[in-house]
């Protein structure tokens, strides 16, 4: 979802259940294996976006006030091999992120 739809996560705000929910529908419609719980999301959701969870007195929310730019860069620190696979990108090639070189895949 974070890598096929970029569009729609960033410079956006989500509590930690609607994007979960999100990610269910994704996976749903695309045939993906959506059979985990919140707390797997969770897990797995820190380990890319875990600069922008913020706790509140509700629960968690992922502010991801950012530009498509800089969320393509997190994307690509996190897995450079599969960000380059779903962006066409040769294997020798290091984006800079400054929106000139290429456009982000938003496939759904």
Not at 30 to 48: A, C, R, T, V
Not at 71 to 91: C, G, Q, T
Request: proline share 4%; hydrophobic share 30%; net charge neutral.
């Amino acid at each position: 979802m974070l890598y096929k739809n970029p569009s729609e996560i960033f410079d956006n705000k989500f509590t930690a259940q609607r994007l979960y929910d999100k990610s269910k529908q994704f996976a749903s419609i695309n045939y993906l294996n959506h059979s985990y719980n919140i707390q797997e999301f969770g897990q797995g959701m820190s380990k890319i976006l875990n600069k922008y969870k913020k706790r509140t007195g509700t629960g968690y929310v992922y502010d991801i006030n950012i530009s498509m730019n800089e969320f393509s860069k997190v994307l690509y620190e996190y897995d450079p091999a599969y960000y380059r696979f779903i962006n066409n990108l040769d294997d020798d090639m290091s984006p800079t992120f400054t929106g000139t070189e290429y456009s982000p895949v938003d496939n759904m």
